[in-house]
């Protein structure tokens, strides 16, 4: 197995976010992620990484990283090591799919049967329904109350489901 292409892929909705799909040539496509940066991260991806991958074997994982890795002072900050990151996720499922098992399995197993979740965005109803009482305290116009992108999602975990259909 080889990889024939390297893709990035930004979305508009996150502008943050890079993802990054590498193609082989027995079909497999790997899919990675990271955040910050996005346009510079692809612009790494494509200018600098791409070049170290293609036609490598992407089970190669130790020595694609050494190979993605090595300009001095750039191994654990910045673009260079989030675009890794992203790649290093790609390899990861490659290897996955190509074997049949699990990317946990793969890295040494489960050590714990779950986790708790954690959460530090509160979503778009709060930061309006905040940003009101703001303007409120300090006697200014009502703000914007535009609908966020995921107030169809709001609605249906909140059990309003029929608002979805009007």
């Not at 979740?117 to 940003?131: D, L």
């Not at 966020?148 to 609605?155: F, I, N, T, V």
Request: aromatic fraction near 6%.
């Amino acid at each position: 197995m080889r990889v024939t292409a390297v893709e990035t892929i930004q979305l508009g909705e996150f502008p943050n976010l890079c993802l990054v799909r590498l193609h082989t040539d027995e079909g497999l496509v790997g899919l990675g992620e990271t955040f910050f940066g996005a346009e510079a991260v692809a612009a790494h991806v494509h200018e600098t990484a791409a070049g170290r991958l293609l036609g490598r074997d992407p089970s190669a994982i130790d020595g694609l990283r050494l190979a993605l890795a090595n300009y001095v002072g750039t191994r654990s900050t910045g673009v260079e090591a989030r675009a890794n990151s992203a790649l290093d996720i790609a390899l990861w499922d490659l290897l996955g799919q190509a074997t049949g098992r699990p990317v946990v399995d793969l890295l040494g197993g489960m050590t714990r049967p779950a986790i708790r979740a954690y959460n530090t965005c509160a979503g778009y109803r709060y930061v309006r329904t905040t940003r009101a009482q703001m303007m409120q305290n300090w006697g200014l116009p009502d703000p914007d109350t535009k609908a966020g992108p995921y107030e169809d999602l709001d609605a249906f975990l909140q059990g309003r489901a029929g608002e979805l259909a009007e």
